[in-house]
């Protein structure tokens, strides 16, 4: 119950609550409404920044959701031409994380990371068709234990300003895994090969746990 109430705090987090008390210290002082502005914006911080633990299926049959948030794309599409991959076709599902949602990312299978690019651009609203290509975005080529290329591409949004890779090229990763979060409201794109997907645009989906595609 306390893990649920007071969940773990991802790395990333901590230079922000301790900037968040200073702030409501200081708040504090001038004014009791403006003490308790900076109370709720610690406790903001706290949770936007939590890690809490998922229960993973650990069946290579599946993918999990490598993000919190709003299924908003289920589509099929060429892959990344960042990656040379234009001019082959994915299955491909974009998951929003708007700020009330926890923004650590997931594998969302067992495999190796063969190439992490990361990919300077600008801070459109990352709901929007544009932001695949134009925001600031960071890919990771995953190849999971059937051979498939799996794509996850971690993508900045209108009010995030950095994109925290965890993860290592020929990192051998679990289902399930850690690779990275991205700071505020922000956007996760998974483009994936022989897999059927099993959710629909509106449907919310949980990192780790959710399953996404179904061999």
Known sequence: MISKIFPKLH??????????IVLTIILYSLSNFLGLIGL??????????RDPERVII?????????????VIKVEEVNGPKELNLENKRFNKISIFMNVFDCHVNRTPCKG????ILYK?????NA???????DNERNYYKIKDVHGNEIIIVQIAGLIAR???????????????????MIRFGSRADIYYENYQPLVKI??????????????
Request: hydrophobic share 35%; aromatic share 12%; with cysteine.
């Open 40 to 49: 709720v914006l610690s406790v903001w911080v706290y949770y936007f920044f």
């Open 162 to 180: 950095r994109i925290v890779c965890e993860s290592n090229k020929n990192q051998e990763l679990a289902q399930g895994e850690r690779i990275g």
């Open 120 to 124: 300077p651009g600008k801070f459109f």
């Open 11 to 20: 790395s990333e987090g901590y230079k922000f609550i301790v900037i968040a």
């Open 202 to 215: 509106g449907q919310r989906a949980i990192s780790g746990e959710t399953l996404l595609a179904k061999k």
């Open 112 to 115: 190796q990371i063969e190439e």
């Open 58 to 70: 650990k069946d290579d049959n599946y993918l999990v959701s490598p993000a919190d948030g709003e």
């Open 127 to 133: 709901s929007l068709d544009k932001a695949s290509e």
